[in-house]
């Protein structure tokens, strides 16, 4: 990605112009996951703001130096090769932590489904114990996969409960963020840790991973290569998506306006929308056509059950969250500036 390109540029821009920003000044965050999406743009707005310190946590320095490398010379920059399973070292001192370290893609939960558990469950837990240890808060980023399905035409407020299936491959995710913010809140309760959990939706954008296999991704990308784009199903399921950049705001604006053990849904009425209008709104930005195919079997184990998943976010809107972009938008310069 170019990260110079002038649209995301104003993206950065944009999440650092939100009320409060200016009260990070000097504080240290703790950013595990830094390589994914919402970890990259994430550490960039920080970066971008010039005053903010930020320790970033993978596995490879390798591919931390080719998603994040402009950052590695900056003072207030530092990267730590470690596996989130393992606790942090004893002399790190973190105002926030964020834990995002996470497999979030189906293929991921249907070849590794014992890893996508235990790096969920166990970052939160170290996140937990170094935020007890130091007084630092934790900003926890759930997802709507806890909600499940939809009943009806229900959206999703954080007090539903939906449904679930324990023996569906995608459980490995569902129930591990479920059981992580458990753990989130008998930290809050037993220990007194701080704590604020920020669900977020699907999320697309310019920062995604070339080898992403959510349905979202691969339309980008088919977008980007000037191919048709493919879809393994009728499209007909209706979901909350959110642009990258509204997502980091959202999750920005938990950390600075939000309740202590009180969980905020970050999502955008803006780009609600039905799989197939994704596809085609994707495949209209360079001029090609979807194409309906079936999945595969290895493919079809890792998807999603739910038909309907649409977060309601007046919690988040009550603490000053604005949602920026529109679908048509977030799709148009996220494949405009990975085109570049």
Not at 291 to 314: M, Q
Request: aromatic fraction near 8%; charge should be negative.
């Amino acid at each position: 990605m170019n990260e110079q390109h002038p649209l995301y540029q104003e993206d950065l821009a944009r999440v650092l112009s939100i009320d409060g920003m200016e009260s990070l000044s000097g504080k240290t965050f703790l950013i595990t996951g830094a390589t994914g999406m919402v970890g990259t743009m994430l550490i960039d707005v920080l970066m971008a703001k010039g005053d903010v310190n930020v320790i970033a946590v993978g596995r490879s320095r390798e591919k931390a130096s080719a998603r994040l490398g402009m950052h590695f010379d900056n003072k207030h920059f530092s990267f730590l090769e470690q596996d989130v399973c393992q606790p942090f070292p004893n002399d790190i001192t973190p105002d926030y932590i964020i834990p995002m370290a996470s497999n979030t893609h189906p293929l991921a939960y249907s070849q590794y489904p014992i890893e996508t558990m235990m790096i969920n469950l166990k970052g939160a837990e170290h996140a937990l114990n170094l935020a007890e240890k130091t007084g630092a808060t934790v900003i926890y980023t759930s997802t709507n996969e806890v909600y499940g399905n939809a009943v009806d035409d229900q959206s999703f407020v954080e007090d539903s409960n939906g449904s679930l299936n324990l023996s569906n491959a995608r459980a490995c995710y569902n129930e591990s963020k479920r059981s992580s913010e458990a753990l989130c809140q008998s930290y809050a309760a037993e220990k007194g840790v701080k704590v604020k959990i920020a669900r977020l939706c699907r999320i697309f954008g310019p920062t995604m991973l070339m080898d992403d296999s959510k349905a979202s991704s691969q339309f980008i990308r088919k977008a980007i290569d000037g191919e048709d784009i493919v879809l393994k199903s009728e499209g007909n399921q209706f979901f909350s998506y959110t642009y990258v950049a509204d997502a980091v705001m959202g999750l920005l604006t938990v950390l600075l306006k939000g309740e202590n053990a009180v969980a905020y849904n970050v999502s955008s009425e803006k780009t609600n929308i039905r799989l197939k209008d994704f596809a085609q709104t994707c495949a209209a930005c360079c001029g090609k056509k979807v194409v309906f195919d079936l999945p595969s079997e290895t493919e079809s184990r890792g998807y999603s059950v739910a038909t309907r998943s649409i977060l309601a976010n007046e919690r988040i809107k009550g603490i000053g969250f604005m949602p920026y972009y529109d679908i048509q938008d977030a799709i148009s310069r996220t494949i405009t500036i990975l085109k570049s």
